[in-house]
């Protein structure tokens, strides 16, 4: 597949011409420079009057958030700029969502202070929206201190669900034999009997994302030996992908233990290694985006959906490669032939949106299009 297709076709699937990109390049790029600015105040000021003086819209609002993960290159963006707020800090991107439309974020809180936990919730309450966190397990009792402080704070802040992983990376590029997984993997069963007593004494609920790293029948397992109804799953609506599932089945498997949700779409393309796997716009993709909403929000009503809408280049997938095989061995035959059909079946569809050639402002552009699409998407075909 050739890389260096126009940028014309690149985003033809966003269809706007490319004298509108530029423009809305621009544009991205001075509402960037013009928001970092605000949020410089915004934190000057230290108080949540001065906060309160930017009322929200009376338009209705979307219900669907932002997960922290979906704004990688705004995220890059503040720190080349070195400008003085970005959005790891849970205030600035709770404003920023909002600029967007955004119902709520799910994000990592980290360790605050109780004042500034009551002005984050205070402001998601004025604004009328939500938060979830995000954390990392505790590797071992002398990490349960941290962890604590983390889901206290996440509490105070108005979170009832904090999403986690079990291993941080994807299964099949970290590990090189089924050994190290089987080892990784008891590792990271311990950190979560660690956090499980932990979460019930804060009332926090842990969602634990399939996240690239175990199929849903041994993230099923886990949970199931685990035996606790203050741990589900964050249930990621494209990962599983990447492990040969089909995603509507992942999702109906996960659903009943649903916590939390990273709501996505994903288009393929064949690769000599296996496939092309890439995040795309809601209702763009491979996904029966409005049948994955049913069946979550049918198992449970009360679901918040986070959008994790990753603007970047496709990833391969090397699903015909020893090392992949080396820690999924034992996946049955017939769902790499059903991916690799899917796979094909996608051959004459647009070329992956790519855009690690573009400039920083065109890749802003960009991100800030996805999730808009994403969004006018959610309010009208899912009416989230």
């Not at 013009?34 to 979307?62: V, Y």
């Not at 439309?101 to 202070?113: D, E, F, L, P």
Request: glycine share 8%; with cysteine.
């Amino acid at each position: 597949m050739d890389d260096n297709h126009p940028v014309s076709h690149i985003y033809q699937r966003m269809a706007i011409s490319r004298r509108r990109f530029i423009g809305a390049a621009a544009a991205a790029g001075g509402t960037f420079v013009m928001w970092q600015a605000r949020l410089g105040r915004t934190a000057e000021s230290g108080n949540s009057a001065r906060l309160g003086q930017h009322s929200p819209p009376d338009e209705k609002r979307t219900e669907l958030g932002i997960c922290l993960h979906g704004l990688p290159v705004h995220m890059e963006a503040s720190r080349r700029r070195g400008q003085p707020a970005n959005l790891s800090d849970p205030l600035a991107m709770l404003e920023f969502c909002h600029t967007l439309g955004a119902g709520g974020i799910q994000t990592a809180i980290g360790i605050r202070q109780q004042q500034y936990c009551q002005q984050l919730r205070k402001r998601a309450e004025q604004l009328g929206m939500w938060i979830e966190g995000i954390v990392e397990l505790p590797p071992d009792h002398f990490a349960l201190e941290r962890f604590e402080a983390q889901l206290r704070t996440a509490a105070e802040a108005g979170a009832a669900v904090v999403r986690c992983v079990l291993l941080p990376g994807r299964r099949y590029e970290q590990f090189r034999s089924a050994e190290q997984f089987r080892q990784a993997l008891q590792r990271a069963e311990k950190s979560l009997q660690l956090a499980e007593p932990v979460a019930r004494k804060h009332r926090v609920r842990l969602a634990v994302e399939n996240h690239k790293d175990l199929r849903s029948q041994e993230l099923l397992a886990v949970l199931q030996r685990l035996g606790s109804q203050q741990v589900g799953v964050c249930v990621d609506t494209g990962n599983s992908i990447a492990l040969l599932e089909d995603p509507l089945e992942t999702v109906e498997a996960l659903a009943p233990l649903a916590q939390a949700v990273h709501l996505k779409d994903m288009d393929v393309r064949e690769h000599p290694a296996g496939f092309l796997l890439a995040e795309v716009p809601l209702g763009e993709g491979i996904l029966d985006v409005p049948r994955i909403v049913a069946v979550l929000r049918r198992a449970n009503p009360q679901l918040r959906f986070s959008l994790e809408m990753i603007t970047r280049d496709p990833l391969v997938v090397p699903c015909l490669g020893e090392q992949y095989m080396a820690t999924l061995g034992d996946v049955p035959a017939r769902d790499l032939a059903r991916t690799l059909r899917t796979v094909r079946g996608r051959a004459d569809g647009q070329p992956l949106p790519r855009i690690s050639h573009l400039t920083l402002d065109e890749q802003l552009a960009a991100e800030k299009q996805n999730i808009s699409n994403c969004i006018q998407f959610a309010s009208v075909r899912l009416k989230l």
